[in-house]
């Protein structure tokens, strides 16, 4: 992991900021969501990413009966439909 240098504080509601130059590098714009994850005691911050339910592929989905599905993953059930 790469230490920026950059520290910020958690303010009376919980929020920390994340510094424009680091939201610029990473492509996080207002209103972008982002995923929490936790590892031991580090909380790691990541740009949501639509993916797959199949195969977690963030690439080329779309949407299909509120689920979002690879094309990949799509192709691969429409053969196996064409084969029943």
């Given at each position: ?20 130059e ?63």
């Amino acid at each position: 992991m790469k230490s920026t240098g950059i520290v910020r504080k958690v303010d009376e509601l919980g929020r920390v900021v994340i510094p424009i130059e680091l939201r610029r590098t990473l492509g996080i714009d207002e209103k972008d969501a982002l995923e929490i994850y936790v590892d031991a005691e580090k909380i790691i911050l990541k740009k949501y990413e639509p993916a797959c339910v199949f195969c977690g592929n963030a690439s080329e989905v779309q949407h299909y009966k509120n689920k979002l599905v690879c094309r990949e993953c799509a192709i691969a059930m429409f053969e196996k439909a064409k084969a029943i």
